[in-house]
């Protein structure tokens, strides 16, 4: 029998039950969509080419509020919400569009959109909006006044678009504002005052546009600031900012990098106990660095001001940041010892000192870091020994300094990344490296080793991806170690006395971007099979003892990567077929994704592409960085007969040195295909026939060489060519015209031995090839030029960047 209660849980349940049926029953009552909205969504979507894979849901048959991306209001049918995230509608959306009609729209999100044109100023006749989302699309034009009308917005999202013009002043009309994010356009101008009418804004993120000028005084009213990013701006003055942003509480992440800031630190941002993350770096703060009233309950923890001026010591109150991950202080100019002091950061990760002036040696008390995981000291003046416990880290980059030796590890090492080079270190190779197990960068360039490469770095060659070990005095053959080298992108032994035969385990490397072994004593031949790696760029066999011919019939000419390639100097014979350079496409079409390759590498890997020259006996080099540089010299060898026609399908060809050799017959008419070409050398050859009249129409054309060969007849009449000295057509007896270049009692007599020596030949060569992320190294490119030639790279270049070392030849 039933008691009472169990009559009351039934009952409970029936009702339940019954109040659940009724509901799904008349859900679709109070979803049912209003045939005005319908209408209007559809002819919304007739507006655009969008892909019949997308909005399938939307068709005349269906309830629009059960549409995808479509909200209605529960009672009244009204759409209220359109988020069309990612769907492609390829198309702009037109002043009169059908999506107006939907008055009551709160929340309008066409992100990821293909969507294209300009922004209409009908868009702000939608009153009601609370959000609106165009980002990640392709709007062009400014962000017209009428934005100011949504009065009930909160968030603005038109960020990661191509918009013109200034911010509008009109803005300020946005008083319920909480997110504002206009960055990733070409927005121009100052902020407009009214920005300070925005006293609900919690996010303002303005970054990478071309705004100017400073932040206004009524920037100080948005104290509920939870985010403030104006990176990449050209912002030019440090009284952008309040002098007390002690009322900003709510205050978390700072971003200013990449501006032209001026003046003394900002001292009161740092005091805001909420921060958490502060980047000022690549501005131009100056001074001493101060950190005043930090509160115990500070949050901070990362801190970029790297790339400003700065100077003097690192004050102690920096040990305050208990929270702190992150500290980079990179370039800049502090001064003295590193700090015993740092130690006190227990929570600390990341700890960049690079590019200062910061002596002595490496404090013990940086072992209490049990958090460290990396650290950049490059770039300074430390010296003596390069403490053990450093090589529990997982990073390492110590270049550019005076260490001259290294304590061993004292227990079983993590590290990934390892760069010592440029220093003082000496001795055999440290064999301790060969248990690095994970190792990806080794960089040992450029300091006293000697002996010989241990076998047993093929212990490291599975994990490895950057191995540099040029500017030693390495010894001894070239080990062969490379089979299971499947992720090395770079391999850099330039510039030692190693011999040997070239290590053939190369062509398992099938990610090897960068090749140089310039600068040693390898007898071998010509490692064609290296064209077949699908990704090679440079290759640099100068200065070696390699032989015989290039080209071998049973050999395919591969290298469809190749953009810089240097086998100078060496005793490479045979003739070139009329096909040699055909299948070389990457000198033949440069397409986007080459060029973004060239920028990512140049961003992200720091890679410096420097040119080196040497005059009479002193060596002077000086950097520039440039994406599209390419250069093929086959210098100083005994090849023979017709230069390859096939040549004229390198049209992206920057530098072309065949100097030196033995080629005949005419020069080919092709290379006037190669319209972007700036410098070549044909000189010391036995090349006959006349200089090609269209060589005169390359206008990129600013050094050029023909001396020493058998050419005749007249000198093209090109404004290049008038730019070249006479002893660029020297030793050619039956040439003529060359009255503007060499004056009317010109005699084109062979240049005298001894000066042909004291004035050295043009030539260039890649000399020191390293890559790695986050290390400072890069591609090198010397020039070898005569004391004319110096003119043409000085006023291509610039004198500022032209640096002198005395090094002896």
């Not at 920037?219 to 030019?236: P, Q």
């Not at 001493?288 to 100077?311: G, M, V």
């Not at 390419?630 to 007969?641: E, K, P, V, Y």
């Not at 090609?692 to 060969?709: A, E, R, V």
């Amino acid at each position: 029998m039933m008691n009472r209660s169990h009559c009351y849980c039934f009952y409970g349940i029936i009702t339940i039950y019954f109040s659940l049926l009724f509901h799904t029953l008349a859900s679709p009552l109070l979803y049912l969509c209003r045939n005005d909205q319908k209408d209007a969504l559809l002819e919304f979507k007739d507006e655009f080419r969008i892909d019949e894979s997308n909005l399938i849901s939307w068709n005349k048959s269906s309830d629009c509020c059960l549409w995808e991306g479509i909200t209605c209001d529960d009672k009244s049918g009204q759409v209220i919400s359109l988020d069309l995230y990612d769907t492609s509608l390829n198309s702009s959306l037109k002043t009169n569009s059908s999506l107006f009609r939907l008055q009551y729209l709160r929340h309008l999100s066409l992100n990821s959109c293909n969507l294209q044109g300009e922004i209409p100023s009908s868009l702000g006749n939608l009153s009601r909006l609370t959000l609106l989302d165009l980002s990640y699309n392709r709007l062009v034009g400014e962000i017209p006044a009428s934005i100011g009308n949504l009065n009930q917005l909160r968030n603005l999202s038109l960020w990661g678009n191509s918009l013109i013009g200034e911010i509008p002043f009109s803005i300020g009309n946005l008083t319920h504002l909480l997110e504002l994010e206009l960055q990733g356009n070409h927005l121009v101008g100052e902020v407009p005052a009214s920005i300070g009418n925005l006293k609900e804004l919690r996010v303002m993120m303005v970054g990478y546009n071309s705004l100017t000028g400073k932040i206004p005084i009524s920037f100080a009213n948005l104290t509920k600031l939870s985010s403030f990013s104006i990176n990449s701006n050209n912002f030019t003055s440090s009284s952008t900012f309040p002098s007390d942003m002690s009322g900003f509480h709510n205050l978390e992440y700072f971003f200013a990098s990449d501006n032209s800031l001026l003046g003394p630190f900002p001292k009161s941002l740092f005091s805001i106990p909420s921060l958490q993350r502060v980047d000022l770096e690549g501005n131009q703060f100056t001074g001493p660095i101060e950190f005043p009233n930090i509160s115990s309950s500070s949050k901070l923890q990362d801190i970029s001001l790297a790339r400003n001026k700065f100077d003097g010591p690192i004050p102690e109150s920096i040990s305050k940041f208990l929270n702190l991950i992150k500290l980079d202080l990179g370039y800049n100019n502090f001064s003295g010892p590193i700090p015993r002091y740092m130690s006190k950061l227990v929570h600390l990760n990341w700890l960049y000192l690079r590019g200062n002036h910061f002596t002595g040696t490496i404090p013990r008390s940086i072992s209490k870091l049990a958090n460290l995981e990396y650290v950049d000291f490059s770039n300074n003046n430390l010296e003596g020994e390069i403490p053990s416990f450093l090589w529990r880290l997982a990073g390492l980059t110590l270049s550019h300094n005076f260490f001259t030796s290294f304590g061993n590890p004292l227990q079983e090492t993590l590290i990934q990344q390892l760069d010592l080079n440029s220093n003082s270190l000496q001795g055999p190779f440290p064999y301790w490296i060969c248990k690095l197990k994970g190792l990806s960068l080794l960089d040992l360039s450029n300091n006293l080793f000697n002996g010989s490469i241990p076998t047993c770095l093929r212990n490291l060659t599975d994990s490895l991806t950057d191995m540099i070990l040029g500017n030693n005095s390495f010894s001894g053959t070239l080990p062969d170690i490379f089979a299971n080298a499947t992720l090395l992108r770079s391999f850099d032994v330039s510039r030692n006395k190693l011999e040997g035969k070239f290590p053939k385990s190369l062509m398992n490397c099938k990610a090897l971007e960068f090749v140089n072994v310039e600068g040693n004593r390898i007898k071998d031949k010509f490692p064609s099979w290296l064209g077949s790696l699908p990704s090679l760029h440079v290759l640099s066999l100068r200065s070696n003892e390699f032989y015989g011919p290039l080209y071998h019939p049973s050999m395919p000419i591969g290298f469809q990567s190749l953009r810089v390639i240097d086998i100078s100097n060496n005793d490479f014979n045979g003739t070139l077929p009329p096909h040699y350079f055909s299948n070389w496409r990457e000198l033949t079409t440069l397409t986007e994704e080459n060029y973004q390759y060239m920028e990512n590498l140049v961003n992200y890997s720091s890679v410096y592409q420097s040119m080196e020259m040497v005059n009479k006996g002193v060596d002077m080099s000086f950097e520039r960085i440039q994406q599209d540089f390419t250069a093929i010299d086959f210098s100083g060898n005994r090849i023979h007969g017709k230069i390859s026609e096939s040549i004229g399908f390198l049209k992206e060809l920057r530098l072309l040195n065949f100097s030196g050799n033995l080629f005949t017959s005419n020069i080919p008419l092709s290379l006037a295909n190669l319209t972007k070409l700036e410098a070549l050398d044909l000189s010391r050859n036995k090349l006959s026939g006349q200089i090609p009249q269209d060589l005169g129409k390359l206008s990129f054309l600013s050094y050029m060489n023909f001396s020493h060969n058998l050419l005749q007849g007249p000198v093209p009449r090109g404004t290049q060519f008038q730019r070249q000295k006479c002893s660029s057509f020297s030793d050619n007896p039956r040439l003529y015209g060359l009255e503007d270049i060499c004056g009317k009692n010109h005699v084109l007599n062979p240049i005298p031995q001894q000066r042909e020596e004291e004035e050295q030949i043009f030539n260039w060569v890649a000399a020191g090839i390293a890559y790695g992320p986050g290390v400072i190294c890069g591609l090198v490119i010397g020039y070898i030029f005569t004391s004319h030639n110096q003119e043409w790279f000085t006023e291509k270049f610039g004198r500022k960047k032209l640096r002198v070392a005395t090094r002896a030849r």
